[in-house]
């Protein structure tokens, strides 16, 4: 018997500017991991893995852990936390909110 599918999210980078993006459940990308399609179902997520993988304006597109929160999916894994709130050398981006300083 084979392990329980964790619930997923699709992320990426967006090719251009770097930021770490996620697939939202109308096919467009978000920058914010709330707004992600939590999946929960293995074979969905492989097939929206290969929707991501095959956009021509992101790279490095892969299933992330997540699970559901009051605004919408979390993520679980410390690294994830960490590339949701954008980069960390310096105040751009998504470190530039409010709620990141």
Same mark, same amino acid.
């Given at each position: 018997?084979?392990?329980?599918?964790?619930?997923?999210?699709?992320?990426?980078?967006?090719?251009?500017?770097?930021?770490?993006?996620?697939?939202? %459940?109308?096919? /467009?990308? /978000?920058?914010? =991991?709330?707004?992600? &399609?939590?999946?929960?179902? &293995?074979? =969905?997520?492989?097939?929206?893995?290969?929707?991501?993988?095959?956009?021509?304006?992101?790279?490095?597109?892969?299933? %992330?852990?997540?699970?559901?929160?009051? /605004?919408?999916?979390?993520?679980? =894994?410390?690294? &994830?936390?960490?590339?949701?709130?954008?980069? /960390?050398?310096?105040? =751009?981006?998504?470190?530039? %909110?409010? &709620?990141?300083?």
């Amino acid at each position: 018997m084979g392990r329980a599918f964790n619930a997923k999210v699709v992320t990426a980078n967006a090719l251009l500017q770097g930021d770490v993006i996620y697939l939202c %459940a109308n096919d /467009s990308w /978000s920058r914010d =991991h709330a707004q992600a &399609e939590l999946i929960e179902d &293995e074979a =969905h997520a492989q097939i929206r893995l290969l929707f991501a993988a095959a956009q021509g304006d992101v790279v490095g597109a892969m299933l %992330a852990d997540a699970r559901s929160g009051a /605004s919408g999916p979390e993520p679980v =894994h410390f690294r &994830e936390a960490f590339r949701a709130k954008g980069p /960390s050398n310096y105040l =751009h981006g998504k470190q530039e %909110a409010d &709620e990141n300083v």
